[in-house]
């Protein structure tokens, strides 16, 4: 069994900043691409960040230059650094991670249950 835990939601106001913690745990033998995706009310859910094993990074358009993601493989933990907040990123943001459990081949999609990030004008 694999858990994807997030920390570091919350409410700011637009311009401020928050960091946004995503710490996996259990059968890991192995985790390849890891990132985040947030879902507004009446939304799709949509991604935001996501980065490779290596470091290689994506972001979405709305976000490039205002956001980081980071990851720390030994602890098989992703960061997302949100700075210059507007109020249309208030959002559910969740981790996602690709993780191969021990005595398997494959790797499988898990989420997280999500951080609620509210920024007011």
């Known amino acids: 069994q694999v858990q994807l835990v997030e920390s570091g939601g919350g409410l700011v106001q637009a311009g401020g900043s928050l960091r946004l913690s995503c710490a996996a745990s259990?059968?890991?033998?192995?985790?390849?691409?890891m990132g985040w995706y947030r879902q507004a009310p009446g939304k799709q859910r949509e991604l935001v960040a996501a980065?490779?094993?290596?470091?290689?990074?994506n972001y979405a358009d709305s976000v490039k230059g205002r956001f980081t993601i980071s990851r720390d493989n030994a602890k098989n933990t992703v960061y997302l650094q949100m700075n210059s907040l507007k109020p249309e990123d208030t959002a559910v943001y969740y981790c996602?991670?690709?993780?191969?459990?021990?005595?398997?081949?494959?790797?499988?999609?898990?989420w997280g249950q999500g951080t609620q990030v509210t920024v007011s004008s």
């Open positions: 996602k991670a690709n993780v191969m459990p021990y005595s398997d081949t494959y790797y499988y999609a898990y």
């Open positions: 259990g059968n890991i033998f192995s985790t390849n691409n």
């Open positions: 980065i490779t094993s290596g470091g290689t990074t």
